[in-house]
């Protein structure tokens, strides 16, 4: 059974550090990636990763976000320095077992997390 569990989420101030974890089972993904999803909001994406391990941010995250996968612990990572209010959001990782490539399509994965709720307080 495919399971994807994220962790990390929480409170944190406006100008601080964000560190989420992503672990998951049941599969072996060739890409995967972080999306977010303010209340009354789509859900964007915000960092991938694609089969060569190749980063992807869109743009209100880039140059504050780092996205990182390690695959002998089966985790995946998002670092994102300095945060706004606008990132808060509930954070979801999802994974394809098939995609060489990452996209910033939510349908385009097969596999969610239940998400970690992040909140930003200036």
């Known amino acids: 059974q495919v399971h994807l569990e994220e962790s990390g989420g929480g409170s944190v101030q406006a100008g601080g550090s964000l560190n989420l974890s992503c672990t998951y089972s049941g599969e072996t993904f060739k890409s995967m990636a972080w999306f977010r999803q303010a209340p009354g909001k789509q859900r964007e994406g915000v960092a991938c990763m694609d089969t060569l391990d190749r980063p992807f941010y869109t743009d209100p995250v880039k140059g504050r976000a780092t996205i990182s996968r390690d695959r002998a612990k089966n985790r995946l990572y998002l670092q994102m320095n300095p945060l706004k209010p606008e990132d808060a959001a509930t954070y979801y990782c999802?994974?394809?077992?098939?995609?060489?490539?990452?996209?910033?399509?939510?349908?385009?994965?097969?596999?969610w997390g239940q998400g970690t709720q992040v909140t930003v307080s200036s």
């Open positions: 999802a994974g394809d077992p098939d995609g060489i490539f990452c996209y910033f399509r939510p349908g385009y994965y097969p596999n």
